[in-house]
């Protein structure tokens, strides 16, 4: 007996697991170095004292009632996962086994725990489920956690006064912010946009970032659509304090979408909800907010029917290019063509490119769509070799860059087999304004073949000469906002009478956009453009209305009906 006493007294001392013994009201009678290792701890600390005096509150009632069971015999053992407070004052995660002890007839009830640290292993786990309910970059919820906490409140506001509110945030033109001053500034950025809608919240409201520059913000038991609507307003205005990245000050917008919890919808539908309205709030011109309405759905399935039309339309080939004469004033006589692409829809007829190219842009068809257009422009030229003159096509940020639109030109002028010379690429200044490095090098590559770039709707961007100098401009379009202010002797024919200056002053060509009538056209020579484009000179017309004479000169024959010459016209 004396043996086993002794062989137990040296596997309690030396045992590689944290072991105690403890009487029948829970005070430690013995620990071993293991023990008091992974708490921390010094046998004084314990011997003597209660076992909850070092266990973490939150474990404290779970662990008196086992113990409780344990003394009734209701448990032969018990093992949980328990934490223990360490002298540090960390917390320590151990696997605690407690059971019965043998004790010697006639002697108290005693208690053998064995502790394990698993620490390492929670901390683990724990990393493991952040992760999976966490945004790495900003530590908000993400979207799993979202839906998962937006579920559970969805399920209880029915039972409250009170509802529910999605607020759904997209940074405007993050990307230019990534691209021209690097992704740790983007990521910079996001952190502290995060920062600011977090501190516009309550307590019981969560924020969470989906990725990219979406942010959702979750209210709970909000009062009513005009009460969502002023948190937004707040968010909204504390996001827009000026931030400082490196030595650029960034001054972030957003454009939002705030959809209210309805009878039975789910989590997935409210937040669908919310982005389809700041969809719309994008479309209207950024930094603005829209709240979803059933409108707002019938015109998202729209596009929806629409983007699947598309996608069989640039297959079919229903969409097709139309080209719009541009014309030297003084004489009047044809010298180029604008590439205008429209719609030949099997039903609806011909449509319009304000119907379907923004459609095009938001499904990132507009690259293959471009595309098509100058292949068929560069064609347009090579298959009239008698006419000596160029052709312009429009071409969208989304082409530049990243979509290596160089490669693409290069391939439809080896196609076709035409000079460089006689392709113009028009971008408008907003655009130009809005492109990054990437896109300026493609732009610059481009022009280095030999292509004309023409800033179109030149007038209505932000810094429209910046947007000059920095770009290797061979032409300007002048609005047509301007041109239709002609003769105010006003505003109208001082920008016009200036932008033309500037053009002779760069060694450029300039192109009026817009003329309709004589009197336009005697202001605009008057103002001293070289060129002009519109109604006037000609509408935009199918390649079978467009005839060369031999001499290089050019006839387009009328349409076939007035209603569509006027519909290819607008």
Same mark, same amino acid.
């Given at each position: 007996?004396?043996?086993?006493?002794?062989?137990?007294?040296?596997?309690?001392?030396?045992?590689?697991?944290?072991?105690?013994?403890?009487?029948?009201?829970?005070?430690?009678?013995?620990?071993?170095?293991?023990?008091?290792?992974?708490?921390? /701890?010094?046998?004084?600390?314990?011997?003597?004292?209660?076992?909850?005096?070092?266990?973490?509150?939150?474990?404290?009632?779970?662990?008196?009632?086992?113990?409780?069971?344990?003394?009734?015999?209701?448990?032969?053992?018990?093992?949980?996962?328990?934490?223990?407070?360490?002298? *540090?004052?960390?917390?320590?995660?151990?696997?605690?086994?407690?059971?019965?002890?043998?004790?010697? %007839?006639? %002697?108290?009830?005693?208690?053998?725990?064995?502790?394990?640290?698993?620490?390492?292993?929670?901390?683990?786990?724990?990393?493991?489920?952040?992760?999976?309910?966490?945004?790495?970059?900003?530590?908000?919820?993400?979207?799993?956690?979202?839906?998962?906490?937006?579920?559970?409140?969805?399920?209880?506001?029915?039972?409250? #006064?009170?509802?529910?509110?999605?607020?759904?945030?997209?940074?405007?033109?993050?990307?230019?912010?990534?691209? #021209?001053?690097?992704?740790? $500034?983007?990521?910079?950025?996001?952190?502290?946009?995060?920062?600011?809608?977090?501190?516009?919240?309550?307590?019981?409201?969560?924020? $969470?970032?989906?990725?990219?520059?979406?942010?959702?913000?979750?209210?709970?038991?909000?009062?009513?659509?005009?009460?969502?609507?002023?948190?937004?307003?707040?968010?909204?205005?504390?996001?827009?304090?000026?931030?400082?990245?490196?030595?650029?000050?960034?001054?972030?917008?957003?454009?939002?979408?705030?959809?209210?919890?309805?009878?039975?919808?789910?989590?997935?539908?409210?937040?669908?909800?919310?982005?389809?309205?700041?969809?719309?709030?994008?479309?209207?011109?950024?930094?603005?907010?829209?709240?979803?309405?059933?409108?707002?759905?019938?015109?998202?399935?729209?596009?929806?029917?629409?983007?699947?039309?598309?996608?069989?339309?640039?297959?079919?080939?229903?969409?097709?290019?139309?080209?719009?004469?541009?014309?030297?004033?003084?004489?009047?006589?044809?010298?180029?063509?604008?590439?205008?692409?429209?719609?030949?829809?099997?039903?609806?007829?011909?449509?319009?490119?304000?119907?379907?190219?923004?459609?095009?842009?938001? $499904?990132?068809?507009?690259?293959?769509?471009?595309?098509?257009?100058?292949?068929?422009?560069?064609?347009?030229?090579? /298959?009239?070799?008698?006419?000596?003159?160029?052709?312009?096509?429009?071409?969208?940020?989304?082409?530049?860059? #990243?979509?290596?639109?160089?490669?693409?030109?290069?391939?439809?002028?080896? $196609?076709?087999?035409?000079?460089?010379?006689?392709?113009?690429?028009?971008?408008?200044?907003?655009?130009?304004?809005?492109?990054? +490095?990437?896109?300026? *090098?493609?732009?610059?590559?481009?022009?280095?073949?030999?292509?004309?770039?023409?800033?179109?709707? !030149?007038? %209505?961007?932000?810094?429209?000469?910046?947007?000059?100098?920095?770009?290797?401009?061979?032409?300007?379009?002048?609005?047509?906002?301007?041109?239709? /202010?002609?003769?105010?002797?006003?505003?109208?024919?001082?920008?016009?009478?200036?932008?033309?200056?500037?053009?002779?002053?760069?060694?450029?060509?300039?192109?009026?956009?817009?003329?309709?009538?004589?009197?336009?056209?005697?202001?605009?020579?008057?103002? =001293?453009?070289?060129?002009?484009?519109?109604?006037? !000179?000609?509408?935009?017309?199918?390649?079978?209305?467009?005839?060369? =004479?031999?001499?290089? *000169?050019? +006839?387009?024959?009328?349409?076939?009906?007035?209603?569509?010459?006027?519909?290819?016209?607008?």
């Amino acid at each position: 007996m004396a043996d086993e006493a002794s062989m137990f007294a040296l596997a309690f001392r030396d045992s590689p697991i944290g072991m105690a013994i403890l009487d029948e009201d829970g005070r430690y009678l013995e620990v071993n170095g293991t023990f008091l290792r992974i708490i921390g /701890r010094t046998s004084r600390d314990l011997t003597g004292h209660y076992f909850g005096v070092h266990t973490h509150p939150d474990d404290l009632n779970r662990d008196v009632e086992l113990m409780g069971q344990l003394s009734s015999g209701e448990l032969p053992y018990f093992q949980v996962q328990k934490r223990f407070l360490h002298h *540090s004052g960390d917390t320590v995660w151990t696997r605690v086994t407690v059971s019965n002890a043998q004790a010697p %007839t006639g %002697t108290a009830r005693r208690f053998i725990a064995q502790v394990e640290d698993i620490t390492e292993i929670r901390r683990a786990k724990d990393l493991l489920e952040r992760r999976a309910l966490y945004d790495h970059l900003t530590g908000l919820a993400n979207r799993n956690l979202l839906i998962d906490r937006l579920t559970r409140a969805l399920d209880g506001h029915e039972k409250r #006064s009170t509802t529910v509110a999605c607020i759904f945030l997209d940074i405007d033109h993050f990307k230019i912010v990534n691209d #021209s001053l690097g992704h740790e $500034a983007g990521d910079n950025l996001l952190i502290e946009i995060a920062t600011r809608i977090r501190g516009c919240v309550r307590s019981g409201d969560t924020v $969470a970032r989906l990725g990219g520059d979406e942010f959702v913000v979750i209210l709970d038991n909000v009062v009513s659509q005009a009460a969502a609507e002023g948190h937004l307003a707040v968010i909204a205005e504390a996001v827009q304090v000026p931030f400082k990245i490196e030595e650029h000050e960034v001054v972030p917008t957003v454009s939002a979408g705030l959809a209210m919890a309805e009878e039975g919808i789910t989590a997935e539908s409210l937040v669908r909800n919310a982005d389809m309205a700041t969809y719309t709030a994008k479309q209207g011109g950024r930094n603005r907010y829209e709240v979803f309405s059933s409108k707002l759905r019938n015109e998202a399935l729209t596009r929806l029917s629409i983007e699947a039309e598309l996608r069989t339309a640039l297959r079919e080939g229903e969409l097709v290019v139309y080209y719009q004469p541009v014309v030297e004033l003084a004489t009047r006589e044809i010298v180029a063509f604008e590439a205008l692409v429209r719609w030949q829809h099997p039903t609806r007829g011909l449509v319009m490119p304000d119907e379907f190219i923004p459609i095009c842009e938001e $499904a990132n068809l507009v690259v293959p769509l471009g595309a098509m257009v100058l292949h068929e422009a560069c064609d347009f030229i090579a /298959r009239n070799p008698r006419f000596n003159g160029r052709v312009f096509v429009n071409v969208s940020t989304r082409q530049i860059g #990243s979509a290596d639109l160089t490669r693409v030109v290069k391939q439809a002028l080896a $196609a076709s087999g035409i000079p460089a010379r006689r392709l113009g690429l028009e971008i408008t200044e907003s655009g130009m304004l809005l492109a990054t +490095n990437a896109a300026h *090098s493609d732009l610059a590559a481009i022009t280095n073949l030999g292509v004309d770039l023409i800033i179109d709707d !030149f007038g %209505t961007g932000y810094s429209a000469l910046s947007s000059v100098l920095q770009n290797p401009v061979s032409g300007l379009k002048l609005a047509r906002e301007f041109t239709l /202010r002609l003769g105010d002797r006003a505003i109208g024919d001082r920008i016009s009478t200036t932008i033309a200056t500037l053009t002779q002053s760069l060694n450029m060509y300039g192109v009026i956009e817009g003329v309709e009538t004589e009197a336009q056209y005697r202001q605009a020579r008057r103002h =001293g453009w070289t060129y002009g484009q519109g109604y006037l !000179f000609g509408r935009p017309s199918p390649v079978e209305r467009i005839v060369f =004479g031999a001499d290089g *000169s050019v +006839n387009i024959l009328p349409a076939p009906d007035a209603t569509a010459d006027t519909l290819a016209a607008q």
